[in-house]
């Protein structure tokens, strides 16, 4: 398994692992990767298995301390000078679940945010995965205020790293 960040190469792989691993109305579509790669392509997480993408995951820079449902749809509001990462989506291909892949993913995305400077990072997830987020430091702030994206409840997440407590 090789762990890279995205280019233009790679959208195609990734709107279709978005689309195995989302229902319509949660999934971003090609056409907004294509511009979430051109501002923060660097902010990928892509795994692959020899020339297979398996899973990735995503998200922008923003001082914002909430995920809102206007950052999945502008990719311009990206901030590389920003506190905090957002993850967007953590996606894995059915036949790759259960393996590590995505908490290996998560894993390097909170490497990089601590070694980037940010203050940590932020995602919003169903409830039913809220136990998977904590296994990595996140902390439940409870149903999204901000976020009904996909008309779905989602409950925000955020792992602090040391000095920034709410």
């Known amino acids: 398994m090789i762990i890279k960040y995205a280019t233009t190469e790679d959208i195609a792989a990734i709107a ?4 195995e691993c989302f229902p319509p109305a949660e999934a971003a579509t090609a056409k907004e990767f294509v511009d979430r790669v051109k501002y923060y392509g660097n902010h990928f997480w892509l795994m692959y298995d020899a020339e297979k993408l398996i899973a ?4 922008f820079v923003t ?3 909430d995920l809102t449902d206007v950052m999945y749809e ?3 509001l990206h901030n590389e000078n920003g506190a ?5 989506g953590v996606n894995t ?3 790759y679940r259960k393996q590590g892949y995505a908490g290996e993913l998560i894993g390097r995305a909170i490497e ?3 070694l980037q400077g940010r203050k940590g990072l932020v995602l919003t997830c169903k409830e039913r995965l809220v136990p998977y987020y904590a296994k990595f430091g ?3 702030e409870g149903v999204s205020d901000k976020s009904t994206h996909g008309n779905v409840v989602w409950h925000q997440m955020r792992l602090s790293f040391a000095g920034d407590g709410r």
């Not at 279709?16 to 689309?19: R, Y």
């Not at 990735?56 to 998200?59: A, E, L, P, R």
């Not at 905090?84 to 967007?88: G, K």
Request: glycine share 4%; no cysteine.
């Open 16 to 19: 279709a692992v978005e689309a």
């Open 56 to 59: 990735f995951v995503d998200g």
């Open 63 to 65: 001082d914002e301390r």
């Open 74 to 76: 502008d990719a311009t």
């Open 84 to 88: 905090w990462q957002m993850i967007f």
């Open 93 to 95: 291909i059915p036949a």
């Open 112 to 114: 990089d945010a601590r």
């Open 138 to 140: 996140f902390v439940d």
